[in-house]
Nanobody, 118 residues
Framework: QVQLAESGGGLVQPGGSLRLSCAAS????????MGWYRQAPGKQRELVAV???????DYAESVKGRFTISRDNAKNTVYLQMNSLKPEDTAVYCCKIAWRRIREYNYWGQGTQVTVSS
């Protein structure tokens, strides 16, 4: 079984920064993709950023230039550095780890609240 533990959410003023962390533990395939997704009240969950074990990244257009995803493969940990935060970034942020080995494996964290407000 795989577990994901997120940390780093909170309340921040517009223009501020936060850094989210997500540590995965358990039986994890080395070649995987880790990512951050978010869901705001009344909206569907959306992809924020993903990173492969090889370091390839992809971002939602709305966060490009403001957010940076990174990972430490030795620790099975993914980070999301969020700068220049806007009120519309307010959401529950969840991390995910996924890989394909015979079949798809997808595991989600519980989520951490990020609130951007003055």
């Amino acid at each position: 079984q795989v577990q994901l533990a997120e940390s780093g959410g909170g309340l921040v003023q517009p223009g501020g920064s936060l850094r989210l962390s997500c540590a995965a533990s358990g039986s994890i395939f080395s070649f995987n993709t880790m990512g951050w997704y978010r869901q705001a009240p009344g909206k569907q969950r959306e992809l924020v950023a993903v990173i492969t074990s090889g370091g390839n990244t992809d971002y939602a257009e709305s966060v490009k230039g403001r957010f940076t995803i990174s990972r430490d493969n030795a620790k099975n940990t993914v980070y999301l550095q969020m700068n220049s935060l806007k009120p519309e970034d307010t959401a529950v942020y969840c991390c995910k780890i996924a890989w394909r080995r015979i079949r798809e494996y997808n595991y989600w964290g519980q989520g951490t609240q990020v609130t951007v407000s003055s």
